[in-house]
């Protein structure tokens, strides 16, 4: 036993890392322990298993009939034997417990672990009027859980990984045996496989970053997801889903610029409301680009304005360029965005109309800012905050403030050569080989009508071509 204990000490930091704990005690004539880490072991379940030892007969103790025991008794308890120490250690730090009997080689794995959680809550990214309210959390186990209640489809596969030198972080490969594409899925599988890193302390951000070799393109590779029904839908459609212990998303791979500006609200009503939804929400996201580089372009321009729209342009132009009181106001809003993130919830409606009224109302009445600027920024804003995809919100606003630059500099050439740069970028932009701007590019007509109308659902039959799926029809005859 002392040997045992030694090199646990050299390996798990046993006697100097205070949740490793190792309850040794004697059973007959046999020295026994169990090696956990007290913040995760389950006492209920721990009880019981000690309740099965004293059942046992103390001259004939082995791993082989506890496991019997254990197995026979209660099979709701996993438990498995190994005998190489290094894995032993593994499954300890995930929270398993190891039972060790002095003077044997093996060990037994007793899963007696509960993680620290919260239980399902709503979605705070991905919020409906009607629909389910349970969103992910940061327990794996849990998640998988509520996508499997939603797909209880046998082919349905959930792979395991572990990533992470250091951490170990359990990470998750969900697809849909005949339906997902198996080269994307090997070619996932793969990449995940090859990442080399101490830790994913941030979880799937940084296996974003690993897995995808485009670290300063604006514009997001993967979908992010707060709900197990858009995972499950995604699923059906052949997407492939990577889910990563610790964090409340998922990943949904491959994807492309139509799928972030897509919302789940827009299937929770009928089709007819679902696309009146979804107009909107391409309108708004459109006048996050665009409204505020072809306003100013007007207003420095006059000649270029059409009658009808007489009202565009600035009576007074202030104190400051129009262009730099744009850029204040640009700036302005991120910082307001990032300091109601910082602060209590009870204080964030009167941060944000301190905001709002003392400091734009002020900007105003000393000339620094115009009551045009000002408005259109607000008419952007709530453009922005209605783009579906936070990841998509973001890339848009650098985009917006780029084109805006362009207008001042070069005017109508700048626009006309900015607008035609963000389209060539993004023709050529791909997600895990899938072009980011399909169905546009390549061009498929049916892909486009069902991207523009939220098509009742006998009519939604087919699955997207881009994906490759193994069964192209969701409704079998």
Known sequence: MEAWKEKLRQTIGLDSSFEVQLREMTFGKQSI???????????????????????????????????????????????????????????????????????????????????????????????????????????????IGLIRRRLRDRNARFEMMSVGHRSKTDVCIAYIKDVANPKKVEAVRDKIKNVKIDGLPLADKQLEEMLINRPWSPYPLVRYTERPDVVAAQLLDGSIVVLTDTSPSAMMLPTTFFDMVQHAEEVRQNPFMGTYLRWVRFVGILASIFLLPIWFLYAQNQELRPEWL???????????????????????????????????????????????????????KTGLFVNE??????????????????????????????????????????????????????????SFNTPYLWPLVPFNGASIYAILLRRPMPDNNVRPSINKPLDLYKQPT
Do not use: C
């Open 33 to 143: 322990a169990f090696l956990f880490l007290s913040v995760f072991i389950k006492d209920e379940l721990m009880a019981e298993v000690l309740g099965r030892i004293s059942r046992l007969d103390p001259e004939t103790i082995s791993h082989e009939s506890l496991e019997t025991h254990l197995n026979q008794f209660v099979p709701a308890m996993q438990v498995f034997k190994t005998d190489s120490f290094n894995e032993a250690i593994d499954q300890v730090l995930m929270g398993q417990t190891a039972f060790y009997i002095d003077g044997q080689a093996s060990v037994l794995i007793i899963e007696a672990k509960q993680y620290p959680g919260r239980q399902p809550d709503q979605p705070v990214l991905e919020q409906v009027v009607r629909g389910s309210k349970d969103g992910f959390t940061e327990t794996l186990n849990t998640n």
């Open 310 to 364: 007489w009202f565009i342009g600035a009576a007074d132009q202030g104190n400051l360029p129009l262009v730099l009181q744009f850029l204040i106001a640009e700036l302005g809003v991120d910082l307001i965005r990032l300091a109601s993130i910082h602060t209590p919830a009870p204080l964030v409606t009167a941060m944000a109309l301190l905001a709002a009224i003392m400091i734009g109302d002020i900007a105003v």
């Open 373 to 430: 600027v000002i408005m259109y920024t607000a008419v952007v804003a709530v453009g922005t905050f209605a783009t579906p995809s936070y990841e998509l919100s973001l890339a848009n606003r650098i985009v917006r403030m780029l084109l805006l630059l362009a207008v001042y500099f070069f005017g109508v050439p700048g626009l006309v050569v900015g607008t035609t740069a963000l389209y060539v970028y993004l023709t050529f932009e791909r």
